[in-house]
């Protein structure tokens, strides 16, 4: 997913000469096709996210659209001040692709670990933020991202992420996509979740449940009246996200329930990270165990909403 | 060093604002009005009537709570009427108390929390060279605010990138909001600092016209890497009450006898 994103950027590049590149000091070789193309547009700017975030702001107020890389949490905890000063008090089209959304940094522990950027990204007003699922969709995503005029967060996750948009989906900023319809249930789900919650969806159907999965890209401004639309006739809705619960998606359809339709609020059921740190290394797999954000964990939760 | 007519008028307008919002940060804004009075009536190319001129020089203020020195020579260069500074922090002023871009005509950039400047201005300078522009950048920093981080981040960068169009102001009154810099946190040796951070570095007394016409007639002082200048200043200026008083940093609750001995300062 990364590399798709990074791909793009230096495609975008090619017909945009407003798109920039900066990087913080990110690996040997990344986007070097592109630094030898437009060398003027490419910088790496070492180990100062604050600045970064700044620099960018400098240059997208002089009609410039930076697109800025590097680890997710260095992104959002590090120069929070700089993201809601520079970059969302002056609303500017700054691009903040943030790698290792959740658990991807599970061995690098707690400091690597972005698991409330969601929530705080989302917290800050003109703040688009968004977590494609794969590297399709991820594509797709963001050649619709140079002319959108606010800053935007986009989270990636591990990449080699099972492939499991359409391009009949279309991915719409602003726009919820059901990827699946079900007359007994639905999971709201973000990032990679939605594979772990279509695989569910398949194990739930082996037990005669019949579960849909609506796939929300864009976080902010969350698609509440799609949202809504997919889970008003079910029974049961399981949101599902590799973030805290706090702050993310879940919070998202429960805040836009209660304010549009709270009879909706008492079928909903949300699985996320507790509102503790990773206490654990591994992988990423193994600390989604450890969260209990497994398949095992989405089907249970959806039967046991379902049967009430 | 005494004040001349044009520097007690543009005190005169910062304190009709404060008398307008009933507070301000008077220690701060006095001690950069000569540093903005050369660099508008001097240095830089704007156009009060255009003032998305694509050319102009860009000047930001950093140090956002010194707004009221800069609303006085924006209203007195026509940004905007000089009658509308009495407005000051009032609810639905453009003028508030710190600087905002697309509210305040000839502000180019919403700075208030510190360290901000510098990185914008960086990122702006590298956007003029990437357009082919001759503008230049000028960031002013206050003392205080060059405890940032942020801001020796930025200083590395701008020496990397060579950037002669920027130069970095220091307005270096010696004071912060607790008391001395020196006792807060020491900046000495500022002039070293910039130089190992790769600037070109002079010095200048702050208050001085024609030192300062002279200092930024030298710019840029390399082709090859970005200027600085360290100006040093009075807190307070041409107020005796205030000067060097860390209690004039920011004052609210000004009463009429307050504002008349201030008006006295500048028969």
Request: proline share 4%; hydrophobic share 40%; aromatic share 6%.
């Amino acid at each position: 997913m990364r590399k798709t994103a990074l791909e793009c950027i230096h495609k975008l590049a090619q017909v945009d000469e407003r798109v920039v590149f900066i990087g913080s000091d990110l690996g040997p070789g990344v986007l070097d096709k592109m630094k030898v193309e437009f060398p003027a547009r490419f910088f790496m700017e070492g180990v100062s996210e604050q600045y970064i975030v700044g620099m960018s702001a400098g240059l997208a107020m002089e009609g410039f659209i930076p697109y800025v890389n590097t680890i997710a949490t260095f992104l959002t905890r590090r120069c929070y001040e700089q993201v809601a000063v520079d970059l969302c008090i002056h609303d500017l089209p700054v691009r903040l692709i943030a790698n290792g959304g959740g658990g991807v940094y599970a061995p690098l522990g707690p400091t690597h670990l972005a698991i409330e950027d969601i929530a705080i990204m989302r917290a800050l007003p003109n703040m688009t933020v968004v977590a494609p699922c794969d590297a399709d969709e991820m594509n797709r995503l963001m050649m619709s991202t140079v002319d959108w005029p606010h800053p935007m967060y986009i989270r990636l996750g591990k990449g080699g992420d099972k492939v499991v948009s359409k391009e009949e989906f279309g991915c719409e900023l602003g726009k919820a996509i059901q990827m699946r319809s079900g007359i007994d249930g639905v999971f709201v789900t973000t990032g990679v979740m939605t594979q772990l919650a279509l695989d569910s969806a398949d194990l739930l159907k082996e037990k005669g449940i019949d579960v849909g999965v609506v796939h929300v890209h864009t976080l902010k401004p969350f698609d509440a009246e799609g949202v809504i639309e997919a889970i008003e006739r079910v029974k049961s809705v399981v949101t599902v996200e590799e973030h805290i619960v706090n702050g993310g998606l879940g919070t998202a359809l429960l805040e836009s329930c209660s304010e549009q339709r709270p009879d909706l609020l008492g079928k909903i059921a949300r699985i996320g990270i507790s509102d503790k740190f990773a206490t654990e290394y591994g992988s990423q797999n193994s600390l989604l165990k450890h969260w209990g954000i497994t398949s095992d964990k989405l089907v249970n939760v959806m039967m046991k909403k379902i049967r009430g | 060093m005494s004040l001349d007519d044009r520097s007690k008028l543009l005190r005169r307008y910062v304190v009709d604002a404060m008398r307008g919002g009933g507070r301000g940060h008077l220690g701060s804004s006095m001690s950069m009005i000569e540093v903005l009075r050369v660099l508008y009536d001097s240095v830089l190319k704007f156009d009060a009537l255009d003032p998305e001129l694509a050319d102009r020089d860009r000047f930001i203020l950093s140090k956002g709570h010194g707004c009221l020195a800069l609303y006085a020579i924006l209203a007195d260069k026509g940004f905007f009427p000089v009658s509308e500074l009495e407005s000051f922090c009032l609810p639905t002023s453009r003028l508030g108390g710190h600087p905002e871009r697309g509210k305040v005509p000839g502000v180019e950039a919403s700075t208030g929390a510190l360290g901000h400047g510098v990185p914008i201005g960086v990122g702006i300078s590298l956007a003029m060279r990437l357009q082919k522009r001759k503008s230049r950048v000028f960031v002013l920093t206050g003392d205080g605010e060059i405890n940032e981080g942020s801001n020796w981040e930025a200083a590395m960068a701008a020496a990397k990138h060579k950037l002669s169009n920027l130069t970095v102001l220091v307005d270096y009154n010696k004071l912060q909001s607790y008391g001395r810099t020196a006792d807060v946190l020491d900046l000495e040796p500022l002039s070293d600092k910039f130089k190992s951070f790769g600037f070109i570095t002079h010095e200048v007394d702050g208050h001085d016209i024609s030192a300062l016409e002279k200092i930024f007639k030298k710019l840029p002082f390399s082709k090859e890497a970005p200027s600085a200048i360290i100006c040093h200043t009075v807190k307070g200026k041409g107020f005796p009450f205030a000067e060097g008083n860390p209690e004039w940093h920011h004052k609210s609750g000004l009463t009429e006898d307050d504002f008349r001995k201030m008006y006295e300062c500048l028969q």
